[in-house]
């Protein structure tokens, strides 16, 4: 399988991490000012025009859920 070395996410999430909102499992991570926030796809949603707009980085594996 080719996998790119460019955007390629460092660490990937697992099934242990869970949404720091509700502690679903998180398919989300954005990472900000150093810090990294993990979400469900439901609590992304919610906050991402707010962290697109704060510059995080996001790492988007919602394409996973139901996996
Ligand atoms: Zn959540």
């Known amino acids: 399988m080719p996998v790119s070395t460019v955007d390629a996410p460092t660490a990937q999430l697992t099934n242990q991490d869970r949404c720091d909102r509700c502690s679903a499992q998180a398919y989300v991570r954005a990472t900000i000012a150093g810090s990294d926030l ?6 992304f949603r919610a906050h991402e025009a707010g962290l697109t707009a704060a510059g995080a980085a996001i790492v988007d594996e919602r394409h996973r859920i139901g996996e």
């Not at 993990?38 to 609590?43: D, E, K, Q």
């Open 38 to 43: 993990l979400f469900c796809g439901h609590h």
